[in-house]
Structures are given as C-alpha cells and as structure tokens.
C-alpha cells in the first residue's frame, strides 16, 4: 500500500487552518457552556491504525467517556472525543445537569460542537462542504476499542488531536480527527492547491 | 426538449412542501425561546395535536417533559455554529412523548426519538427540529444489550469453570495429527513441565518411551476407529518421578461434528498403586509370618511320632544286644517306622500344600476344611484343655480359594487359642465353638470363644495392620491378612464382635467367587 505522509509544507499549510478552525471552536465551546475554555494547539501526525490503537490504549488509565463522530463529505472522516470520570463529572456540576442521562448527552453535545467547529471551519478554509452523522457515546470498554471493526477500515489516520481545557470547571478532554486514505489524498491535493496560492 | 418539459412540470409542483408535509419525520419550527413556528402533517397524527392549536406558543408549555434549558442551548449552539446539534434516542430517549401502539415494541412506552436540530432561519433565530423514530434500533439495542449482558455472565461463568478444569483436572489435548494443543495447569503441575515444552509436540512420540507396546497399540487403535478408551499408563515426570494415570481416550469433535483431535483425561493412581503394593507387601509378610507359626505347629506334630520312631529304634537296640531281637520285632518296627515317617511326609506336604496361593478356585467342602485346619491345631488345643465344638446342619460346600479361606480360618482359631493363653485370668471350661450355616445368598461362619472378650477400643482396631496386643509373640498380621483375604480375595465379609467373655467371628462367604453376596 501507498504510504501517504504530509510534507513539512503541507503540515504547516494543515496547522494554520487548524488553529483558526480551533479558534473558532474554542469561542463557540466557550459561549455553549457558557465558561472559558483554551484548546491547546493541535498537534498533527499521519500515524498508522496499530499506533491509534495504542496512544487510545494509553487512556484507559481510569473509566473514559468515548465518543465518536463520523462526517461526511469530500473531506471525511470521524472524530474520537474522550473526556475522563472526573471531568464528566465537573462538566455535569457545571451544566447543573439531574441524571447521567442528561450527562451523556452534554457529552454528546460537547463532541458535536468540537467536531462540527472544527471540521466545518476546516472545509470553509478549503472550499467544501461537510455534513454530519449524530454523534454517539460508545458502550464498549476502551480496551475493546482495538477489536471494534469501526476501526478496521482505517490503515493509515491524520490525527489531530487537542486537549480542550476549562480551567475554572477543571474539564480536561482530548479529541481525535481521524480521516481515512482517501481523505489524506484529497487533503494533500487540497493543501497543495493552498499552498501554490500563498506561493 | 423533453428535459425542458420536465423541468417546466417540476416547477408547477411545489416539491419541497408536498414531500416534507408527506416525509417520516417529525418537524417542528421553533424560534430561540421556544415558541412553534410549524408543526407538521407527520406530528400532528402521531400526537393528536392540530398545528393550528399550538402555533405561536411555546413547546415546553405543551408537553411539560421538555428540559426548556438543554433545548435552548442546544438551538442557540445550533445557531452560532451554523451546522446542526442532536438528542440522540440512545442518551436523551425522546423529545416529544410519543406512545406506541405496535405491540412488539415492548421494551419502550413512548417512541424513541434521535432529533437533529437545524439552523434554518438565522435572521429570526429559527430552527427546524426533524424527529426519527428510532424505537426500533433501540428495542433492538436494548435486546442485544440484554443479550451481551447474559452472554457475559455465562462467559464468566465458563471461564470459571474452564478455571476450575484448569486447576484441577488432568486433561492433554491433541489434534488429529497428534500434535499437543493444550495441557491443563494440574497436569502440568504433575508433571511438572511448562506449557510451552509440551505444546506442538507430538503427543504419541513424547509419551512413546513410558508406554507399554500393548498399551500403545491398543491407544493407536482406538485413535484409529474414534472409540473412547480406557486404559491405564505410566508416564515420568520432568523430574523423574514415575506417575501413574488411570486415562480415558475420547476424540473430539467440532460444533458441526467434524472429529478435530483427541483428549485425554487422567487420574493421578499413584497413591493408590503404591497403597496396593504395600498391601502386597503386608500379605507376603504375613504369610512368612504364618508359615512361621506353622512350623511351630509342625513341630508340635513331629513331637510326638518323632518319640515314637526314638522308642522304636530304642527298643530295638535294647532287644538287640539283649539278642532278643528276631525277625518279627524287625519287620513291626520298620513297618511302624514306615507308617510314622509317611505321617510325618504327609504333614509336610499338607504344610507346603497348604500354603501354596490356589490360582484357581475350587470346590471346598467347609466341614473337610475344618477338619483339616484343626488337624493343625489340635495338639496345641489339647495343650492347653481347650474344647473345640463344631456345629454343621448340613454337609456345605462352596467355590472358592481353599488355601486361603484355610490359612484364615487357622488365623481365626489359633487367635481364639493365643487368647486363652495369654489370658491373665484362669478360664474354667475352655471353649471354642464354630457354627456354620447355609443362608439364601451365602454361607455364614461364626467362630465363638470364651477367652475373656476384647475392649471395644481394641476391636475397632483388630483389622488394622501391625496392630496386636500380643506385644512381642504378634506380628499383627495374622486378622489383617484374614480381613483382606475374605473381603478382597474371597468377595465375603468379616465381622469380629465381643460380649463380656465371649468373642464372636462372623464370616460371610458367596456360594461362588464370581457371584460374589448380593
């Protein structure tokens, strides 16, 4: 199979649309949840399927809350948000939340914020369009994650992952996007057609 | 043209209105504070409610259950970030209470709802809410759920097992080309091996070298035809210890039937082997211990035509150098000799005889056998003024090992004897009496004397090896070999009793070996 790796110009081009989608992100979490919020620059890497599994392994230290959330479009792919015990429990005490039910669903609501910010800024940045699956809480213990066939289908990912931060609330998370090969040849053509325009 | 036509035709439809007035969904138009802008077709017939009726008021007013709260931040959200926000039915259930009326939806009262909610209207602050009934996929969730949660308790439950199995029994297992593809922990425990040494070898080729030929043909055999085998085997450890398995062969089978390999099961007979080679040990020692006594008894025999052939040969020397001695004199005392010596050759023999095991067993005449065991006791009983009785109905015979039954019986009775003569007490009328029966299913012996009794702490532990309380002149033996010898060899029961003075031997025997008592 063909290794598809970004170029240090490529990333760099990736990096600045990110930190203005992760801008965006960050005031519209902020407004949401009505705290303020700072997301750490996103750190970008194209890492093989075994590799995910593994940096997802190294979050199983105590019980997570795991979302995920596929979107669709020329630019596709599905996002992994993972946010701990501690700080799902924080962001209920926060949203004043009655049951684990309504804190699913803040839950739910956090990944589709971070995700549709984040990817629709994205695609803004490079002329498409994206839509949206509902997003889902996963049932399936972390150290399963690895036999989930959701994650077959990937060989090679672009992750970009950052840990969202509420100092005050002290809600740390960490989201993944994931896209699959066919998404890393239209974003390298994508990101190439950017960059000759900067040239 | 006719593309023209097409599209001048869909343009005098209003599309849009007749699909979304007709589509599955439910939808609501709703500004930022709730209040409906639209509710249609679709929602009024699942609720009942007429548009009409509800338009410009506010949602949460007309069914209570809405969280005003999350529904407004998750329309303002939808408005900032222009994409749409969710309840999904897996977390949030529903949004507007619908009740099911299908009578499979068990699991749920009201339709599970996932809701997207749409930024539609930005100026005005309008959402669309597009409602899907997802009371299915989560019926058929809550299902799977409850199914993976009974599947997981029996797989604990199963791994338990398979733990227990693990730990305790003693299973090889092989495939069909004999290659080994699991030995449980116990096994290896014994055997005291690692997993990984005894994996992928070849189960016939490791254990070929601890095999017997016969056993290893009658195992391939079987391997051959896929017939359960029971056989025994012994195997060495890694340490060189020998171990001996009692083993059952059964093949193995797929779920779909299909033969894969082979397991055996083993039992650890070590113990028991060395418990039955001690028990050889004790009979063999028994008996040296019995012939011992029965040289003494011999001796007692000897005694007395051994003086007769001295008398004889002394008188013969007194009339001879008296030069009396004829013909005659000579003729009587050799003949005498010659019937004395015979005696004293036939005792040996009835000794040798006697002590020989029987192989086989035979037709024993119970009456002739007493006879024959008191024949070597006789002379001690006389000794000591013991009066022997016997009391038989009927002439009894059985089938079984003579040799044996008699050097019990001798036991028996010469215990009686040793009683009387260790006996610290004086005993007036010493008696030993034997009482024989023929029962339905077998034959009864009761032996009975009056040498004073036996303790009770003592009798529990009369059959027991190396337990005597002759002190030096037992060997402890003599009961024990009677207890195995009857129970073991001869398929009947003994049972040894006492009543103030009297002690009674109860000895139950089967009319033949084979049978056994029922």
Redesign the interface.
Known sequence: MQTLDLTEDEKDVLQELMNVAYGNATAVVAEMLNAFASLSIPNIKVIQTDELLATFSELKSESYFFSTQAFNGEFKGESAFFINQTSANNLAKHLELDSSEDLDDAILELTNVLTSTLTTKLSQEMDTEVSFSLPSLSKIPLQEIGKTPAFEYYSQVIVIDTDLNFKDQQIHGKIFILTKDESIQWLKTKLNSILELLI | MAKNKTQQYIRTLDIDKKIVANIDNGIIVLDQDLKIYHFNKWLELHTGIKECNILDKKINDIFDDI?SK?LK??I??AL?????????A????YLIPIKINQFHNSSFEYMQQ?V?IIPFDEEKGLVALILTDQTIMANTNALL?ANIQTINELNAELLKERDTIDKKVLVIKFDKTFRIIDVSQALLELLCYDKEELLDKNFLFHEKYHMTKDCQMRLVQSMKALKVLEFEETTLSAHGHTICFKSTLIPEYSSKGIHIGFIIFRENITDSKRLAKSQEKILASSRSAAMGEMVSMIAHQWRQPLSLINTIMATLKIKKELEKLSEKDINEAFAKIQTTTSYLSDTIDDFRDYFKPNKKSSEVNILSLFDNSIFFLKEVMHQNNIEYKIDVTQNISIDTYKNELLQSIINIIRNSIDAFIFSDVEILNKQISVNIQKLESHISIIITDNAGGIQKDVLQRVFEPYFSTKSKNGTGLGLHMCHTIITGHLKGNIIMTSNENLTTTLIELPYTILKGIK
Not at chain 2, 80 to 88: E, L, V
Not at chain 2, 90 to 93: A, D, I, L
């Open positions: 969280n999350t931040r998750k303002k959200t900032r970030i222009q994409t749409p926000t969710f309840y999904t897996s977390t949030s259930k996932d997207s759920e």
